[in-house]
């Protein structure tokens, strides 16, 4: 009985610190909105219109994803932008489209930790960079489609209309109540330390907020990780061959609870590579992480107002649209998997094409095109 209690309170120890954490992690996400509210127009002006061009939006999302390897932190981000109003739900379509791309670096660079043992690479880099081909060819789909009617940033709009104003009852946030005490508290803390400083103490506020967020998220990471990563492969490992469905509802709400598709994905690499899951098994998995990460901006849009709420379902909106686009149709969603094969299969000869296609598409080719957009557009 003793063994069994002792066993029982670390895991309870650690459930409390997740709450704890995602507490610090909603407090992160209403200082930054509080921050940027408080740069003022100046701050705004130069926000939009750096991101005014959608290409220079696309590419940052994927830059700043693939340095932080985690989407959750860079959509949150994208949340505590528009919430504060120093960027419009279009302005940051784009670039939530940019980190769905930028997560997969994560998954890329465990597969290279197998490039010594050939075989082995070769079935890992595959099983990475499916994840890199099928976000690539949902932004190269949905991307001059949005472009053209607006059709994610519309249906952002419909799904927080009916998530906040039900019945004319208009919603009001629980959370956003909650975290108000810890950010007058920040807030009034800065503001004694630094009188009179202005737009300073904003900046204070706002760096305060990142470490924060990084901190929260980090720590929620690690602990959900330990609570249910030990139990994953054999979860995984009872679900993948039985039906699609199944896999991807599995891996949406794995993804959900660890708010990070970069530790599901990470986690079939190994099994991909060791040859006890096919790419078509894991596929399923992949797609239903696509969504369960989403869960980390809807999370944080709970702290802002409806514009938050709107781009948070706009990721939503993007990752099922591809699913739906893609998935359904066996010679389409065997594209991503085929190109996956062939490249990884050429990479595998040629193990320094692998470093440089991570370096190229991850890093290179969004400054590149940062720089060269930015030219462009000037003119």
């Not at 939006?57 to 504060?84: E, N, P």
């Not at 019945?167 to 956003?176: A, R």
């Amino acid at each position: 009985m003793k063994s069994k209690e002792a066993k029982t309170a670390p895991h309870i120890f650690r459930v409390i610190r997740v709450f704890v954490f995602v507490y610090i992690f909603l407090v992160s996400i209403s200082l930054m909105s509080h921050a940027f509210k408080g740069f003022g127009t100046p701050f705004a002006e130069a926000l939009i219109s750096t991101t005014s061009n959608p290409f220079i939006g696309l590419f940052i999302g994927i830059l700043a994803t693939s340095i932080i390897q985690s989407s959750s932190t860079t959509t949150s981000m994208v949340v505590a932008f528009v919430a504060s109003g120093v960027l419009s739900v279009r302005g940051a379509v784009p670039i939530i489209m940019g980190a769905n791309i930028g997560t997969t670096v994560t998954n890329t660079l465990v597969a290279l930790g197998h490039i010594t043992r050939k075989e082995e690479f070769k079935r890992a880099f595959s099983g990475s960079t499916m994840h890199d081909f099928f976000n690539i060819f949902t932004v190269l789909i949905l991307f001059p489609i949005e472009m053209a009617t607006h059709f994610l940033e519309k249906a952002g709009i419909f799904l927080a209309g009916i998530f906040c104003d039900m019945g004319y009852l208009k919603f009001t946030s629980p959370i956003k109540f909650v975290v108000k005490p810890a950010v007058y508290f920040v807030d009034g803390l800065v503001g004694r330390l630094m009188p009179a400083s202005g737009v300073l103490s904003y900046i204070v506020i706002l760096v305060v907020a990142v470490i924060l967020l990084f901190l929260a998220l980090y720590n929620i990471v690690n602990i959900t990780r330990s609570l249910v990563a030990e139990k994953a492969d054999m979860l995984f490992s009872k679900v993948i061959r039985k039906t699609a469905l199944l896999s991807l509802l599995m891996g949406m709400l794995f993804t959900a609870i660890v708010q990070s598709s970069s530790i599901t994905t990470s986690l079939l690499v190994p099994l991909i590579a060791a040859g006890v899951l096919e790419l078509e098994h894991a596929f399923p998995i992949v797609l239903g992480a696509n969504v369960g990460t989403t869960i980390t901006a809807i999370l944080a849009s709970f702290t802002g107002n409806i514009a938050g709420i709107t781009i948070a379902f706009v990721h939503l909106a993007f990752n099922v649209t591809g699913i739906l686009i893609i998935y359904p149709i066996k010679q389409v969603r065997m594209i991503p998997l085929k190109v996956a094969r062939f490249v990884s299969e050429k990479f595998s000869k040629r193990k320094v094409l692998a470093v440089a296609y991570v370096l190229f598409i991850f890093y290179l080719l969004p400054i590149s095109l940062i720089l060269l957009s930015k030219i462009v557009w000037k003119k």
